[in-house]
């Protein structure tokens, strides 16, 4: 082995921490390895911001692998937000919000108890992974808990906020948005889960109640669904979501 | 006011100086998400020469909000330092750009100057500047600061160590202060961002710095960065409360969105200074600020982000802060799009604070959805060392697994400090030169801190 002056300072700190400490150095300099983990995390986070979500053949999964979809009779329609493409979606955050004509057009008045929808966010990766995983869990649960669903809706350039102009159009009393989150270096599909009572344009994000992280390694599916039904219980009960609605306090509400 | 500036025979016209300030401002993503930027390339020249010919003085007569509707504005007017700004009242925006640039812009008459400053001048001139005029002028502004270290020094560099974790966990927080301090970390501040935020959690981050701090000797200044009234509130309770955070925007409207006024700060500011804790001087302040603040909250009435922020500058002012530093790249690509818009706000937010009379530091970074990289990073980082900023953060490799974005690293200071032939502050060189950071980098000591 030939000495490239590389040294890893000790106490190894490594194990105490997922923060990149006690990091191989030469000089004051981050050794090479390091760096090139750290493009990598980079690269990784950055495809994910980057990847399209192929709508058509993701609610084609979804009827696959959900057969309960179409014992329900539950449709699966793709949509398209005012975002054209990437960098609009990044550099204005309200044609996210909002659905192109065309889409808005293939909404009809259905009203429900709950509309699910699903956008690639800033993660496509994140929903390709998690969301079909998820609902495998929640809609049996729904399903005997008496929840009657509208049309899944697959957005592609979507932000939280478009689940408002859904569930308008639907007419639904309750929207659930599952959606991917910021890429950070560590996990780049994370999924976010938003709810949200009387769904309609102008929401903000006070008037929803949230879960984050959902991933392998992170917070996984049963307990994700587990959270979800103990809120979209305590939602139906207060009729209401966002910061009054606090976790938890649905099983007290229920017994009580 | 109408303003006009001609162009081979095309008359641009300007309604007022926000309208002016709007379109003289390079582009930005947020301004043209705001809908204020300039609507081509020429206009935004135009506007420049329109500003570059506006007496200084216009901004004394003009408020870009109405004196009524906002307290930030009524700050701005009440604490402006006539005798102070006599010195450049006679000057346009464009004169003053070339008087800071000459011989007779020393250090010292730019500290001078600065209480005669309004926020709206030092934004008007940054916008005729270029990257080295930015450089060059902060460059000559000395801001020192003290509390238990001597911060802003010239020739010296600190930096916050920023030990967060996504679980506010004690032995993941202790493993990166050690790793940070041992690499020469934390001389402006030990400074955590919690993710809960209550007053038992705060109390606690606080009490696991402070022992570190006293168990080891290490001078410097705690922190946990919980909204300030959860701090005021751990501080009532005695929670060893060294500088006070909060984060900090250029309108009323956006401070009122981060839950704080101007009474609030002073309430805080006061209490944090009677407790007496600063041993080398008492500034106990800590705000941070960034561009797209205030549209983000749907608060910034017209106004280009560039001059949000500097007005941001006018409120940390008023408190004679230990701590300023604009968290550049954070807020997103909508706002500051790629690797080129945040470099130059970096260096414009650090240009701007220095003249205001600010301790500016800047946290270099950038999110995952923005286009930028190290790279980028690393220009900011080096330029900033360039033009003499405060301190900037230290991140265990730049990555913070609690907020999700890069920042810079403890090896990114050491190798600015060593580039550009720059020190730790005093007291903590001379702590790094003894006995204590051999006995901290001796095996369960992180285990040890966590336990007690």
Redesign the interface.
Same mark, same amino acid.
């Given at each position: 082995m030939t000495d490239t002056g590389v040294k890893r %300072?000790?106490?190894n700190?490594r194990s105490?921490? %997922?923060? /990149? @400490?006690?990091?191989p150095?030469s000089g004051?300099?981050?050794a090479t390895s390091?760096v090139l983990e750290?493009?990598l995390?980079?690269a990784q986070? /950055?495809d %994910? @911001?980057h990847a399209a979500l192929d709508t058509e053949a993701f609610a084609r999964r979804l009827r696959d692998e959900l057969p309960m979809l179409a014992e329900q009779g539950v449709e699966v329609l793709t949509l398209r937000s005012c975002a054209v493409d990437r960098a609009r979606y990044? /550099?204005?955050?309200q044609r996210g919000r909002s659905l192109d004509a065309a889409s808005a057009a293939v909404l009809k008045s259905m009203p429900c108890d709950l509309a699910i929808t699903i956008a690639d966010g800033?993660s496509a990766l994140a929903v390709e992974r998690n969301a079909v995983p998820l609902l495998a869990v929640l809609l049996p649960r729904m399903a005997k808990d008496g929840w009657t669903m509208g049309p899944v809706t697959v957005v592609q350039q979507g932000r939280v906020g478009v689940c408002d102009a859904i569930g308008e159009r639907l007419g639904a009393r309750c929207s659930l948005i599952l959606i991917g989150e /910021?890429?950070?270096?560590?996990a780049a599909d994370s999924m976010g889960a938003y709810l949200t009572w009387q769904p309609r344009v102008g929401r903000t994000d006070a008037d929803r109640n949230c879960l984050s992280n959902i991933r392998s390694g992170g917070l996984n599916v049963e307990e994700a669904a587990e959270r979800l039904m103990g809120l979209m219980k305590t939602a139906r009960t207060m009729k209401l979501t966002g910061v009054a609605l606090k976790e938890g306090a649905g099983a007290s509400l229920l017994e009580g | 006011m109408l303003l006009r500036q001609s162009i081979n025979g095309v008359t641009y016209r300007f309604d007022g100086l926000k309208e002016l300030l709007a379109k003289a401002t390079a582009a930005r993503?947020g301004d043209?998400?705001a809908g204020v930027a300039a609507q081509s390339a020429v206009e935004r020249v135009a506007a420049r020469m329109a500003l570059a010919d506006l007496p200084l003085k216009a901004f004394v007569e003009e408020p870009l909000i109405p004196y009524a509707e906002d307290e930030v504005t009524r700050l701005i007017f009440d604490r402006h330092d006539a005798p102070a700004f006599a010195l450049v009242s006679h000057l346009t925006v464009g004169g003053f750009r070339d008087w800071l640039l000459s011989e007779y812009a020393t250090g010292h008459t730019l500290c001078a100057l600065a209480p005669g400053l309004m926020p709206e001048m030092v934004a008007a001139v940054s916008k005729l500047m270029r990257v080295q005029d930015l450089v060059a002028v902060a460059r000559k502004i000395e801001v020192v600061r003290r509390f238990r270290t001597t911060v802003g020094l010239r020739g010296r560099l600190s930096t916050r160590l920023q030990?967060?974790?996504?679980t506010d966990?004690p032995? !993941? +927080?202790?493993?990166?202060m050690?790793?940070g301090l041992?690499?020469g970390s934390g001389d402006a501040v030990i400074g955590i961002n919690p993710v809960a935020d209550d007053v038992a959690s705060t109390g606690r981050l606080l009490r696991l710095i402070d022992m570190v701090r006293t168990r080891y000797a290490i001078p410097t200044q705690s922190c946990v960065l919980a909204h300030i009234t959860t701090q005021m509130a751990a501080m009532k309770q005695g929670a060893p409360v060294d500088l006070v955070f909060q984060s900090i925007a250029g309108t009323e409207k956006a401070n009122t969105s981060f839950g704080i006024n101007l009474g609030i700060l002073k309430e805080a500011n006061e209490a944090a200074r009677a407790l007496r804790r600063g041993t080398v001087g008492e500034n106990v302040m800590y705000f941070e600020t960034g561009q797209g603040s205030a549209l983000s909250a749907n608060a910034h009435h017209g106004i280009d982000q560039q001059t949000c922020e500097v007005r941001a500058y006018a409120v940390a002012r008023a408190f004679d802060p230990m701590l300023v530093n604009t968290v550049v790249g954070f807020i !997103?690509?909508?706002y500051l799009?790629d690797g080129k818009q945040i470099l130059r706000a970096g260096l414009e937010d650090h240009f701007c604070g220095k003249l205001m009379g600010l301790p500016m530091g800047c946290d270099v970074c950038y999110?995952?959805?923005a286009e930028a990289? $190290?790279d980028d990073m690393d220009s900011l980082l080096t330029l900033l060392g360039a033009a003499g900023v405060n301190y900037i953060m230290g991140v265990? !490799?730049?990555?913070d +697994?609690m907020l999700?974005? $890069?920042s810079t690293?403890f $090896?990114d200071a050491?190798?600015l400090r060593?580039t550009l032939g720059l020190r730790p502050a005093p007291e903590f060189e001379a702590w790094l030169a003894g006995d204590m950071p051999r006995q901290l !980098?001796?095996?369960? $000591?992180?285990q040890g801190i966590a336990a007690s």
């Open positions: %300072a000790a106490p700190l105490l921490t %997922a923060a /990149r @400490v006690s990091l150095m004051h300099s981050i390091e750290f493009q995390a980079h986070a /950055r %994910a @911001v990044l /550099r204005h955050p800033l /910021r890429p950070g270096l560590s | 993503s043209e998400l030990p967060n974790h996504p966990d032995l !993941g +927080i202790a493993a990166a050690v790793d041992l690499l !997103g690509p909508e799009y999110t995952n959805h990289d $190290q265990p !490799g730049a990555d +697994i999700q974005y $890069q690293s $090896q050491l190798y060593e !980098g001796t095996p369960m $000591q992180v």
